[in-house]
């Protein structure tokens, strides 16, 4: 097939608004892809009225939003000859097509970049969306160094070269797509945003979102390295005011607790955080190299805190909590960051 604009859409317990969204799309040139994520029966005439105007893939049971996203891909990749642009959408009526149009077309002219709808939450936003975006928006920041405006968007499009990337990356679930956007960061792939409507139908009543058990899985990388920094905070901590009261030697102190706590991290970042399956002998090089570059600035800055005429303890908590961010990405992106898996089109 040579259809160069795809539209991939999955969907959940969906209502006539996929049937509405698919045939706009399918008159506006699109070949349109919809995956039934394990949906009742309940939805059978919904997909089944869909199917006038998509390709309807189904999965026997609910598997979760990454899952169709791959589903949807791989299937993609099968059918369709290359080059082309994939869009995908949300089920829900609250991607319009024009915006639909508009992210496709800057995806068009920057082939290597993945693009992102992304809503200005201006109108009638339910509280713990706003809320909830905002929150994210910063984390991610926090952890990647690139500035996106709305990281939980579903409407994205990218040009085909990029499907072997984003079949790679972890995840099924709600999770998946903020994966993809850690992924994309840590491998300086671009990221573009074009502003789109933001649009709430229902107070986001037909959202699948489940607000604990999903932004856990969002979080849950972020939360654990947050865990395992805090408890090698913990031992650093310790040692260096134990150290420090016994001694007096502020700079010596530091270096001695560092060493004894960075064993520690790196054990715990390798194993529980990151599930790294690069040779443990380059990462302890990598982390080494990493602990001494941290140890510098960490000493350095310690140093100019105390001579400021701060106590020693409050110098300490300042540095870490400064040099935190640095760690997560270095870590991240460098150390512990997963093999890349190859993909051929079948």
Not at 53 to 70: S, Y
Not at 151 to 159: D, E, K, M, V
Not at 255 to 263: F, I, K, N, T
Not at 331 to 346: D, G, N, P
Request: aromatic letters at 10%.
């Amino acid at each position: 097939m040579n259809t160069k604009r795809i539209a991939l859409i999955p969907a959940y317990e969906p209502d006539e608004r996929l049937v509405a969204l698919a045939e706009e799309l399918e008159r506006e040139d699109f070949a349109v892809v919809v995956v039934n994520d394990g949906s009742g029966a309940d939805s059978a005439d919904v997909f089944r009225e869909a199917a006038r105007w998509a390709q309807v893939l189904t999965h026997p049971h609910n598997r979760g939003k990454g899952a169709a996203l791959k589903t949807g891909l791989q299937y993609i990749a099968a059918h369709f000859d290359a080059p082309y642009t994939v869009v995908t959408a949300d089920a829900d009526g609250q991607h319009k097509t024009n915006d639909v149009l508009r992210v496709c077309a800057e995806a068009e002219s920057h082939s290597d970049s993945l693009v992102l709808g992304s809503r200005g939450f201006d109108g009638d936003v339910p509280l713990r969306s706003r809320f909830g975006n905002a929150v994210t928006r910063c984390v991610y920041r926090l952890c990647s160094g690139v500035k996106v405006y709305d990281t939980q968007t579903g409407l994205r499009a990218f040009s085909d070269a990029l499907t072997p990337a984003l079949l790679d990356i972890e995840g099924d679930r709600y999770e998946y797509e903020m994966n993809v956007l850690m992924a994309f960061a840590r491998q300086k792939r671009p990221i573009r945003e074009v502003r789109i409507e933001t649009v709430y139908l229902e107070g986001n009543a037909s959202s699948h979102f489940d607000t604990l058990r999903d932004s856990w899985r969002i979080y849950r990388n972020i939360l654990k390295f947050s865990a395992a920094s805090l408890c090698g905070f913990a031992v650093d901590y310790t040692l260096f005011c134990a150290l420090s009261a016994a001694t007096g030697l502020t700079a010596a102190s530091n270096v001695a607790a560092r060493l004894v706590s960075a064993a520690v991290n790196f054990t715990l970042n390798r194993r529980m955080v990151f599930h790294s399956d690069a040779p443990a002998g380059r990462s302890a090089a990598q982390y080494a190299a990493l602990a001494a570059a941290i140890l510098l600035a960490n000493t350095a800055l310690l140093e100019a805190l105390s001579a400021a005429g701060l106590a020693a303890w409050l110098a300490k908590l300042l540095t870490e909590l400064a040099l935190f961010s640095a760690s997560y990405l270095a870590q991240s992106k460098w150390i512990f960051k997963k093999e890349r898996v190859q993909y051929e089109k079948a």
